[in-house]
């Protein structure tokens, strides 16, 4: 199927209209206990997630050294975390996954691996758990955007960049700072997290998914850009054309979001099968 009419086709799948909370999706303002919990995690993200920051965590997590295990056990690792920058979820991590990946099963039933990509797009998270140094929720979770350029207002939160070291920083706080328009967004340096540090794993790991599920998943917390067209002058044509997939993903990832637990046991035969087809046995993470 063309990419255009994959697009087109996006609404298909009954996407809910309200999510776990029943509420609308991504309300950032809203006066609730979630919204305080989610506002306070975006004050320290913000605050911490500096470029030098980020070049440390690259440091540490790029090496690939901290364990060994198969894509499936990862899910599993990750049962018990609840993800503290979601207003529309507080579901377990293992749920959230295979609500995301039954949703793009049920719009592109020939499309496996974009299920695949579904179940393993938030598997960054794992950098929660202590064999990874249990990182703190800002440094993993969240929505991302570049480092060593102006933090552009479209970012959720933004208020709270004023106390980043980075703001006040005349290398890194001009419009376009370390980088030239059209230079392609794999050149920028984005904010620390569970998007990168899969999309590295993937590579490191000689995964056989397509380019455009790496590219889905290594932007796909980048809000700024894919909703609100912040930093669409850092794109080349590569990024243009990979943005549709992400989009997809993006859209199922979030109007998943529901009470509606799908049963584990009986899907994870077919996403195995994913896993063995696109995933060595083992992955080094
Ligand atoms: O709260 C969410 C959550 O952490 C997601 O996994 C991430 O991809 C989103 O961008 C973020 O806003
Ligand atoms: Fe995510
Ligand atoms: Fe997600």
């Not at 949703?103 to 499309?111: F, H, I, Q, S, V």
């Not at 904010?191 to 899969?198: A, K, L, N, P």
């Not at 590295?200 to 998914?209: D, E, G, P, R």
Request: hydrophobic share 35%; net charge negative.
């Amino acid at each position: 199927m063309a990419t255009a009419d994959l697009v087109s086709n996006v609404e298909v799948w009954p996407a809910p209209t309200s999510n776990a909370f029943g509420q609308e999706f991504r309300l950032y303002d809203a006066a609730s206990t979630r919204s305080s919990i989610v506002e306070e995690f975006y004050r320290t993200n913000h605050i911490n997630q500096t470029y030098s920051f980020v070049l440390e965590m690259k440091e540490k997590h790029l090496k690939f050294n901290k364990r060994k295990m198969g894509i499936w056990d990862c899910c599993e690792l990750l049962n018990e975390y609840v993800d503290e920058s979601d207003p529309d979820l507080d579901e377990p991590q293992i749920e959230h996954l295979l609500q995301t990946a039954e949703a793009l099963r049920k719009d592109y039933p020939n499309e496996d691996w974009l299920h695949l990509t579904g179940l393993i797009h938030d598997l960054g998270k794992v950098l929660l758990h202590p064999a990874f140094g249990e990182e703190p929720q800002w440094a993993v979770v969240g929505d991302t955007f570049p480092l060593g350029c102006a933090f552009d207002d479209a970012i959720v939160h933004s208020q709270y960049f004023k106390e980043n070291p980075d703001y006040s920083n005349p290398l890194y706080n001009s419009r376009n700072g370390i980088y030239t328009e059209g230079c392609g967004l794999d050149k920028l340096v984005m904010s620390w997290g569970h998007d990168e540090y899969m999309y590295q794993v993937m590579k490191f790991n000689n995964s056989t998914l397509p380019p455009q599920a790496l590219f889905a998943i290594r932007y796909h917390s980048f809000y700024a850009l894919h909703q609100a067209g912040a930093y669409a002058r850092f794109m080349n044509d590569l990024d243009r054309e990979m943005m549709p997939w992400l989009l997809i993903l993006n859209k199922h990832d979030l109007y998943s979001k529901s009470k509606v637990l799908i049963d584990v046991e009986e899907v994870k035969p077919y996403y195995l099968s994913l896993i063995d087809k696109y995933f060595p046995k083992e992955l080094q993470w």
